[in-house]
């Protein structure tokens, strides 16, 4: 789902024990943007939940330094008319 200056939301291709997406929302705060990031992972099966339990943590210090790689670039990023 795109939503232009408001919404983009990535459905996971690869082969997963269940369905993965990554979200993020722009959010207008002050004189700025608060970007929402947001991983969401529906299940399939106990394989399911052992998948996403075991790799939380490594996916909460990746999904984090990638909102900020994110938001870094595009304060370098040239804004537009």
Known sequence: ???????????AEMR???EAW?????VPEGGGTRVVQ?????PVGLG???YWRSLYP?????FSRLVRA???AAERAEVGP
């Open 16 to 18: 997963l024990p269940g």
């Open 1 to 11: 789902a795109a939503e232009p200056a408001r919404l983009l939301r990535l459905r």
């Open 38 to 42: 947001t991983a969401a992972f529906a």
């Open 58 to 62: 490594a996916h909460r210090v990746i």
């Open 70 to 72: 994110v938001a870094r």
């Open 48 to 50: 399911g939940l052992l």
């Open 22 to 26: 990554l979200q993020w929302e722009m």
